[in-house]
């Protein structure tokens, strides 16, 4: 692997370090609050979750929306700043877009697994970030604990309404979606160091 460029991080080339940094190494970028978030490649249970998750979504989805895997969510007025979530809904225009970021006000529902790795204080912020962006909904699940997180209503920085379940409990989707999504055959991770998927 050749050496990054040595570029040097400022307000206005974010995104360009970030593409920079994701073709070299590989690993997942986002620009959140201003911030370079590195992550690797989702592995294993991680990339499982997803996959179950969009095995319900896809047959049950209204007319005029799809769910997308490895498309980024730009952040209204802000030159920086982008999230790419595990697997976002938006209306299948989208197949024709040019665009890298998708515009927040277009997401139904953006979608975060929880790596093993993950600290509280790195989701809490993300979880916000998603709210300022005005993103209707997101569903966070957490396979460290096998729990779920449904976060609706963005208002002052934050989600002002939380529904929260267990791996085994159904998830009610908010409109437009209005779908149920079976959790029970979502992974739960291992013990790390024991072979188990760590991200």
């Known amino acids: ?10 307000p206005g080339n974010l995104r360009e370090i970030a593409e920079k940094i994701e073709e070299q190494t ?3 970028v ?3 609050g201003g911030s370079l978030v590195m992550s690797p490649t ?6 499982g979750t997803i996959r179950r998750l969009r095995l319900q979504l896809d047959p049950g989805l209204p007319a005029g929306l799809a769910a997308y895997e490895v498309s980024s969510v730009a952040m209204p007025d802000d030159p920086d700043d982008y999230a790419t979530p595990d697997l976002i809904v938006l209306p299948e225009a989208w197949d024709d877009d040019d665009n890298w970021l998708a515009d927040a006000a277009d997401v139904e529902l953006a979608v975060e697994v929880i790596s093993q790795s993950e600290k509280a204080r790195d989701i ?45 409990d159904d998830i009610a989707l908010p ?10 055959s ?10 188990a998927d760590r991200s």
Not at 1 to 10: E, F, I, Y
Not at 129 to 156: E, Q, S
Not at 175 to 184: C, S
Not at 186 to 195: A, E, K, Q
Request: net charge positive; no cysteine.
């Open 1 to 10: 692997m050749s050496a990054l460029p040595s570029l040097r991080p400022r």
């Open 26 to 28: 590989g690993l997942r």
């Open 30 to 32: 986002q620009v959140l």
């Open 42 to 47: 989702p592995r294993g249970k991680h990339a």
């Open 124 to 168: 809490g912020q993300k979880n916000d970030w998603y709210a300022v962006a005005g993103v209707k909904a997101l569903l966070v699940i957490d396979p460290r604990y096998g729990t779920w997180a449904v976060h609706l209503r963005p208002g002052n920085g934050t989600y002002q309404q939380v529904q929260r379940g267990k791996h085994g």
């Open 175 to 184: 409109p437009p979606l209005e779908l149920t999504v079976a959790t029970d």
């Open 186 to 195: 979502f992974p739960l991770y291992g013990v790390p160091g024991r072979g």
